[in-house]
């Protein structure tokens, strides 16, 4: 029999908070990380918003501040930076930092969709800049998409199975699950878990603006008048561990890795498959063994694009069928933008919260209904009680990540 897989720590870094508990505070009070671009490098471009982890930054680097140097800090991107960050809070909460002997046969399974951007894109300027041709020589190290990994085996002490994930916006969704079955195939007893980007580049979000699918104002997920997605950042890391050991150390226990999905879409690399994603959503709670019927809080991959948002919503038609209307629908992109590698463990974690405290988060920004769109969306604070979450990764590429979390 499969061993079961439980969570027992969290952390994270966005824009709407240095820390999970400022974060989750945040998203129920209904504030939002999107504001007007303030980054001087960033503002040259025609995009009218950022989701900036800047205001939490500060903060977050002081929290590792406490326990490593200043150059260990400096010596890394901002994208690992956001994952170190996301992964001390999470040790921390889970009671295992400190345990040098527990740390060192753990695992870390970790998702970016494009690793050190601030790094490659500093390089770049220089490079074809000719009065500086040189490039600092961590470059590539800062850059690569393994970096972040490779800097949490080093900062933790980890050197257990060690992973980097990439596959674009479901990378930590897509990490989260691998490590539930690593840990189900009885390979190891604790794996570090989530992801982490930072992406709020000049080249970045031209690349962005490129495909026409950024926001001029807002994210406003399934609102007729969504216009675009926000492009945040920051880290979010979840420790899973199997039950048993969990236990038999005391471990507090936020809610049990229950089942996963994941598919391809082998359609198109930017427009999502509906019936393919409602596979994906049906699939994960066949694994999980949870019935359609019984109150679920969904959350929403909710990007706030025209296209995707139509076409999730008729995927969880596809997927629910008439027991859809008592479910509620999450999605909380709209307050701290779609952090990519970042962004499915980010929206696990919040929905896990949402299950435990028995309040649902709002969709922020939402003007008006679409016909198109029409779901049971939570729009203000909503008590709901529920045993379980599902929440979707469908990214670029055609690439499905479900997870399911249910009530421990």
């Not at 400190?98 to 753990?106: Q, S, T, V, W």
């Not at 190290?141 to 060690?162: D, E, Q, W």
């Not at 492009?231 to 039950?243: K, P, Q, R, V, Y």
Request: proline letters at 5%; aromatic letters at 6%; one cysteine or more.
């Amino acid at each position: 029999m499969a061993r079961k897989v439980v969570i027992t720590g969290m952390g994270c870094v966005s824009g709407l908070g240095a820390d999970l508990s400022a974060t989750w505070k945040s998203l129920l009070e209904g504030q939002t990380a999107i504001r007007p671009i303030v980054t001087p490098a960033v503002n040259q471009t025609v995009l009218a918003v950022e989701s900036p982890g800047a205001p939490a930054v500060s903060d977050a680097l002081a929290r590792l501040g406490k326990h490593f140097s200043e150059k260990q800090i400096a010596a890394v991107d901002p994208f690992s930076s956001f994952g170190a960050a996301a992964t001390l809070e999470a040790l921390q909460d889970a009671g295992l930092w400190g345990d040098a002997e527990r740390l060192a046969r753990a695992a870390i399974l970790y998702g970016s969709a494009s690793g050190g951007n601030a790094s490659i894109e500093a390089a770049y300027q220089r490079v074809f800049d000719a009065r500086f041709p040189n490039i600092h020589p961590m470059t590539i190290p800062r850059y690569m998409t393994s970096a972040s990994v490779s800097n949490l085996s080093m900062l933790f002490g980890i050197r257990g199975h060690t992973l980097a994930l990439s596959s674009a916006c479901a990378s930590s969704a897509h990490a989260i699950a691998e490590a539930m079955y690593f840990i189900r195939a009885g390979r190891g007893n604790i794996v570090v878990t989530g992801g982490s980007d930072a992406s709020i580049t000049f080249g970045s979000l031209y690349g962005w603006k490129a495909l026409q699918a950024m926001a001029p104002d807002t994210c406003r997920p399934f609102s007729a008048q969504r216009n675009g997605m926000v492009i945040g950042e920051g880290g979010a890391t979840l420790i899973l561990e199997d039950e048993e050991h969990a236990r038999a150390r005391g471990a507090r226990i936020y809610a049990e890795v229950a089942g996963a999905a994941s598919n391809a879409d082998a359609r198109h690399i930017t427009q999502p498959d509906p019936e393919n994603a409602a596979e994906a959503i049906r699939a994960a709670h066949r694994e999980a063994g949870l019935s359609f019927d019984a109150p679920i809080l969904y959350s929403a991959h909710g990007t706030g694009t025209k296209l995707n948002d139509k076409a999730e919503t008729t995927a969880l038609k596809l997927a629910y069928a008439s027991s859809l209307a008592r479910h509620r629908v999450i999605a909380t992109k709209s307050a701290h933008g779609h952090m990519l590698g970042g962004t499915g463990a980010m929206e696990y974690m919040l929905a896990i919260m949402a299950m435990r405290e028995g309040i649902a988060p709002p969709i922020l920004n939402y003007l008006e209904p679409d016909p198109e769109c029409d779901l049971p969306l939570v729009l203000n604070p909503e008590p709901f009680a529920c045993d379980a979450v599902v929440s979707s990764s469908f990214a670029f590429g055609g690439l499905n990540s479900v997870l399911i979390a249910k009530r421990y």
